[in-house]
């Protein structure tokens, strides 16, 4: 096992704790969002990206299901990438920076942050429009909403998978050199 420097291993645990309680953050917001919406949390107010805040505390049970499950996918697909990130670190801690199996993590990690980021701004436009149809409301048909932040989360993940598949290369490049030496 090489050996690694104490900051890279607190990095890794700063990271995936972190990482953890990001999650966990964002599980707690959408059901505290699904299944109290009318309750306030002085002093904070919590809301799903694109509804107004009273949205929800409008909606009966059924509907509220209705709309929480257009998040499950975006969801499920977060919390699998940062499984995903966590299994990484453990690599990194081992250091096992150019292992296959690592380099396998940061390329699921950063592919399913992507697919993530997409399916919530799916999420999100769908939630809108759904409400819309449920509350019957007649001004908004429809919208897009992308931020220079959305974007950037996007290009970021790419260049991730990117970074991920070129260290794959290269490690496939040297295994088939060491069978010319």
Request: with cysteine; proline share 4%; net charge positive.
């Amino acid at each position: 096992m090489p050996d690694i420097s104490p900051q890279i291993r607190r990095l890794c645990q700063v990271i995936r704790v972190g990482g953890g309680l990001f999650v966990a953050g964002v599980l707690a917001i959408y059901l505290y969002s699904w299944l109290l919406p009318s309750q306030p949390f002085p002093p904070l107010r919590f809301h799903l990206a694109g509804l107004p805040t009273n949205a929800l505390a409008s909606l009966g049970v059924g509907e509220r299901l209705l709309v929480a499950l257009l998040s499950v996918p975006y969801l499920a697909a977060l919390v699998w990438a940062f499984y995903r990130m966590h299994r990484m670190l453990q690599g990194f801690e081992r250091g096992e920076f150019f292992d296959a199996a690592t380099v396998g993590h940061l390329r699921a990690f950063s592919g399913f942050l992507l697919l993530a980021k997409l399916l919530a701004l799916l999420a999100m436009h769908a939630r809108v429009h759904v409400v819309n149809y449920l509350l019957e409301s007649s001004g908004v048909r429809g919208f897009i909403n992308l931020s220079l932040d959305d974007l950037s989360v996007l290009l970021m993940c790419a260049l991730f998978f990117l970074i991920a598949r070129t260290l794959e290369e290269a490690r496939r490049l040297s295994e088939e050199n060491k069978g010319f030496i």
